[in-house]
């Protein structure tokens, strides 16, 4: 599992990918109420917002580590966005046949560090 | 002069001392001399209350009450029960800001969830907001509820033009494209002009029943279009023929929005009026405005609280669908106490209107001269055509008491009916009508 | 409280009934299912409402200092006026020679708004501020329009700018760029200077600012912006520090907007109707909606209109009361309104700073923002919880997280219809809740407990929607 700046992390599985939001993240938002799945072929970029997550005061963009198409999303967070803050690394958003990975993507150390840097 | 300030000459001398400065003026400091005024506003020395009663009073009776009105076009003049104005200007309620406190607000935002009931009941559709500006502007958002890729509307037939004109402005705007497909001769939509022009730009049809001339549009047809090439409906409809025609839910719309002033509120000169905005469960992030929702507090009672917030301007920004801030809340709150009022007999307020509609619609058209423009089923609006210069009609209609129709071009009236007037004041428009017409 | 529709228990109940119609009944060709309207007879209905509004709380029922909302008294003469049946029974479209009482108070309201303002011209289309936000940036995109100037783009907002700034700005197609805020929470000068370019359209301002402080930059920032090609915006939330001290049109703005609802004492209505007027300076005349009522209107007003923006002319019964009130008070009354309202900010201010921090200390205008962030840091008490402990002593809170710019703000704004003691009374319960943040905090996340009901559950009413009654 591989992480981004913006908090989400990423899991590659050969040509695929699931994508979520890092237990750092989820904390910050609080307790999430929506998860605006993305449809079905929508194409991701690098670095672009794909969704958003929203709790009661606050909405915030997920950002894609890698650019591709989303070829299946998490149907079971829609009635259980909760999921989102109880588990957030098993609850993964959407999947992502990618094309190409971002480069600098952190690993677990380094993502803890990150964190550590920002605080 | 009246003043609400409570403020004696002590209190401001003892205020000051306690805030460290020697004058009033010196609170203002930070206002450069070059900007400072040093003259007074040009605006006369105020009055006492009584002045100014007397003043609004002498001009309220330039304006002309006209006891019989025959016209709609978007204000209608239902009855108002006196016990609605005594109920909803209680200053609880008109004195209040937007139910951001849930604790001291329960009655604001039960009242809402009231109405959110009501306009659900109305439209058949799940999911009412707390009212925006008015009908024009529910139709003007309801296209950006619509468009997100695709930018395109179409308006299909005879729309409000008051509606057209606000969905324009928006369009312009927000960088929209609005295409209007007119009506066809029978005043109606044309359903094979409309499918012709749903390409694949397209986002949503706009269509209303009953429409600008009061036909009821076959709205079951539009929604069966509209859902086979996969675009959303948005219904624009009339509150009081909901109480009987078939539901905006029930005819296939995604959305459906309406002005809400038939519902107890004052003609008012053009406003504030009432915008319904309704939609379906697949569309309600997307629904701009105050919405409330059921929840519990924590001492384990049922309460009321808005919600879905993560929607509105003030957490999503530039992100959101709409900057709507201020609603119409006590419109809202009219419209919903005036329909507990009524209750079931608001049933009998739309059967009288369409019922009294018709019966004055027969005895126009049986005058020498006039006939009905379009045969379709109408509600309580409708148009003729006649001989008569319909300006002078109206002027001498005007002196006997009563507002006659919408004149859309000097042959042709848009006429209103609703449950207000009685039997005996229609006979008598009728009679004036039939003199004019015999001395032409 | 049960629902209007749960008290209807018994079938053939009516509250009013309508006249026999004495004509047939007209049958149309399709029906719905009846619809489910309730059936409860008149008194219980009124006991209904008048329970709901029990459950209420407005300015009539006590201090109500939400900053940046203007909760003036709403004078009982304006609703008086209102309610004349010459004015509330009028067709919208009734023949000019039937609605000259009309006329005349719009005419009347509309030059003295210019006035008040400095501006040439005056919309009373627009039903609110964000509304009045929306026709304005409208006026800027059709005036570089008009001038094939048609890379103008940007609209700038400050970071401390109320939400609907950027949102209005957005619906009119324009790109938002965010302008940082300096150390005394006025516009950032020197971003501003690298911020404008050829792509600006306009700059959108609160003045005095979201921080109840008048920028004292004001020139200077409109001279950067009209260099640059651009217009000035004045959102008139914050105008009722100034009437009759200065006026935006005097301070370089273009166009303004106002909120009658809170400057010109129309009440608020438990969340609207408002009326937000919007002005503008000659050049920009030609925009303005259809349908301009003043007796001084530059020959061109709406020859390039930019259309209409709401049905029929505006929400003219909340115009109305605003006209009342300022024939009222006249110029004398608007400015000692606005200086009380000044005093009133800085005395309850200066009651309160010695125990909570103040975000920007020095005199402010008619509202200030105190930040609770090292309370919080400190005593786990927050923002929320002292608002929820003002309740139990009958209080509104104020506005609370709000400028974003400011943690853990309490935004305050007394507004000058507030006596000495009233503002004496709100700080004495700021300072009992102070004394309670170190030896009782758990009182405070406790509150209210006087309430008709607790804290509520947010996250279950947004997770698990229920928005509407279900039988």
């Known amino acids: 599992m591989k992480f981004l700046k913006t908090h989400e992390w990423i899991d590659v599985n050969g040509k695929k990918a699931k994508v979520g939001v890092s237990d750092y993240a989820q904390e910050q938002l609080g307790d999430i109420v929506f998860v605006n799945l993305p449809e079905i072929g929508t194409e991701v970029v690098i670095g672009k917002a794909y969704t958003d997550i929203e709790s009661v005061k606050a909405v915030s963009e997920v950002f894609a580590g890698c650019s591709g198409k989303v070829v299946a999303v998490n149907e079971e967070l829609l009635d259980a966005p909760e999921k989102i803050n109880e588990a957030p690394y098993d609850s993964w958003i959407a999947e992502i046949e990618f094309t190409k990975l971002q480069d600098d993507l952190m690993d677990e150390a380094e993502y803890k560090s990150y964190v550590e840097s920002q605080q | 002069m009246a003043k609400y300030t409570p403020h004696t000459s002590e209190d401001v001398r003892d205020m000051l001392q306690r805030v460290g400065v020697e004058s009033v003026k010196d609170l203002f400091n930070d206002v450069d001399k070059s900007i400072r005024r040093t003259e007074p506003l040009n605006i006369p020395e105020g009055v006492s209350q009584f002045e100014a009663y007397n003043k609004f009073k002498s001009m309220a009776k330039k304006n002309v009450v006209i006891d019989t009105i025959l016209r709609g076009a978007g204000s209608y003049d239902h009855f108002i029960p006196p016990t609605l104005p005594a109920l909803v200007n209680r200053s609880e309620f008109l004195t209040a800001y937007t139910p951001y406190q849930p604790e001291i607000s329960q009655g604001i935002l039960q009242s809402i969830f009231e109405y959110q009931s009501y306009m659900c009941m109305l439209t058949g559709m799940d999911i009412s907001n707390a009212s925006v500006y008015d009908g024009a502007t529910a139709c003007a958002e309801a296209m950006h509820m619509c468009c997100d890729k695709k930018r395109k509307m179409i308006i299909a037939g005879a729309v409000n033009p008051q509606y057209t004109a606000v969905i324009e402005t928006y369009a312009t705007a927000g960088d929209f494209e609005i295409v209007c497909v007119p009506e066809g001769s029978n005043g109606k939509i044309d359903l094979c002009a409309l499918e012709n022009a749903i390409d694949d730009t397209v986002a949503g049809v706009y269509a209303q029943s009953p429409n600008y001339f009061g036909l009821i549009e076959d709205m079951k047809a539009v929604g069966a279009l509209t859902s086979e090439r996969k675009v959303k409906f948005v219904y624009i409809f009339n509150p009081v023929a909901a109480a009987l025609l078939p539901t905006a839910a029930a005819d296939g719309a995604d959305i459906a929005v309406g002005e809400g002033q038939p519902l107890g509120i004052s003609m008012g000169f053009g406003g504030p009026y009432l915008g319904i905005m309704t939609c379906k469960t697949a569309m309600q992030r997307r629904m701009p405005g105050r919405i409330v929702g059921e929840t519990v507090d924590n001492r384990g009672n049922k309460a009321y609280v808005l919600t879905l917030q993560a929607r509105e301007q003030h957490i999503r920004r530039e992100k959101a669908l709409s900057s709507i801030c201020s609603n119409e809340a006590h419109c809202a709150l009219t419209a919903t106490v005036y329909l507990s009022l009524m209750g079931k007999e608001f049933i009998n307020v739309a059967k009288q209107s369409v019922s009294k509609a018709h019966y004055f619609m027969e005895r126009l058209t049986a005058i020498d001269g006039f006939t009905l423009k379009y045969k379709g089923e109408f509600f309580h609006e409708f148009v003729t055509e006649c001989k008569l210069n319909v300006a002078k009609l109206n002027k001498r209609l005007l002196k006997e008491g009563c507002l006659g129709g919408l004149e859309l071009d000097e042959r042709t009236l848009l006429w209103c009916v609703t449950e207000k007037p009685s039997i005996e004041q229609l006979d008598t428009v009728i009679k004036v009508i039939k003199e004019v017409a015999s001395c032409n | ?471």
């Open chain 3, 1 to 471: 409280m049960q629902l209007i529709f749960e008290k209807s228990v018994v079938n053939g109940r009516r509250a009013l009934t309508l006249p026999e119609m004495n004509i047939a009944e007209y049958k149309l060709p399709e029906y719905r299912e009846e619809i489910d309207l309730p059936e409860v007879a008149e008194i219980d209905v009124v006991r209904h409402y008048t329970g709901l509004s029990k459950l209420a709380h407005g300015v009539d029922d006590g201090f109500y200092p939400l900053g940046s909302c203007t909760m003036k008294y709403n004078p009982k003469l304006n609703e008086a006026v209102a309610a004349f049946e010459g004015f509330t029974a009028i067709h919208p479209t009734q023949p000019k020679e039937t609605v000259r009482g009309w006329t005349d108070a719009l005419n009347m309201l509309s030059d003295y708004l210019c006035e008040i303002t400095g501006m040439d011209a005056i919309t009373l289309q627009p039903a609110a501020g964000a509304h009045g936000e929306f026709t304005g940036m409208q006026l800027i995109k059709a005036y570089h329009k008009y001038n094939k100037d048609f890379g103008r783009k940007q609209i700038l907002v400050p970071d401390s700018a109320h939400g609907t700034n950027p949102a209005s700005a957005n619906m009119c197609g324009f790109e938002i760029v965010t302008v940082p805020s300096n150390s005394e929470g006025g516009v950032d000068i020197e971003a501003l200077k690298t911020l404008v370019c050829e792509k600006t359209a306009g700059l959108m301002l609160t003045n005095p600012n979201t921080v109840g402080l008048f920028d004292r930059n004001i020139t200077e920032i409109c001279e950067i912006v009209h260099k640059a090609g651009g217009l000035m915006y004045y959102d008139g939330a914050n105008l009722n520090a100034v009437m009759g001290i200065c006026r935006p049109g005097d301070m370089g703005f273009d166009v303004v907007h106002l909120n009658l609802h809170k400057t010109f004492s129309a009440p608020h209505g438990g969340g609207g109707p408002g009326c937000g007027p919007v002005g503008c300076k000659k050049a920009l005349c030609k925009f303005l909606p259809l349908g301009v009522y003043g007796s001084k209107l530059p020959k061109d007003t709406a020859s390039k209109s930019i259309g209409k923006v709401k049905s029929f002319g505006g929400n003219f019964l909340v115009a109305l009361r605003s006209a009342v009130y300022i024939v009222t008070l006249g110029a004398d009354g608007l400015l000692d309104a606005s200086e009380l309202a000044v005093l009133n900010a800085n005395y309850l201010l200066a009651l309160l700073k010695d125990k909570y921090p103040v975000a920007y200390d020095r005199i402010c205008m008619h509202e200030f923002v105190l930040t609770a962030e090292n309370i919080k840091h400190e005593t786990g008490v927050s923002a929320l919880d002292i608002s929820k402990a003002l309740l139990d002593f009958g209080i509104h809170p104020p506005t609370m997280y709000f400028p974003l710019i400011v943690h853990e703000a309490l935004m305050f704004e007394p507004t000058e219809t507030e006596s000495k003691e009233t503002l004496e009374y709100a700080a004495d319960a700021m300072l009992k809740i102070y004394d309670k943040l170190y030896t009782n905090p758990q009182e405070l996340h406790d509150a209210p407990i006087s309430t008709a009901i607790g804290r509520v559950d947010e996250v279950q009413a947004a997770r698990h929607p229920v928005l509407k009654y279900n039988k």
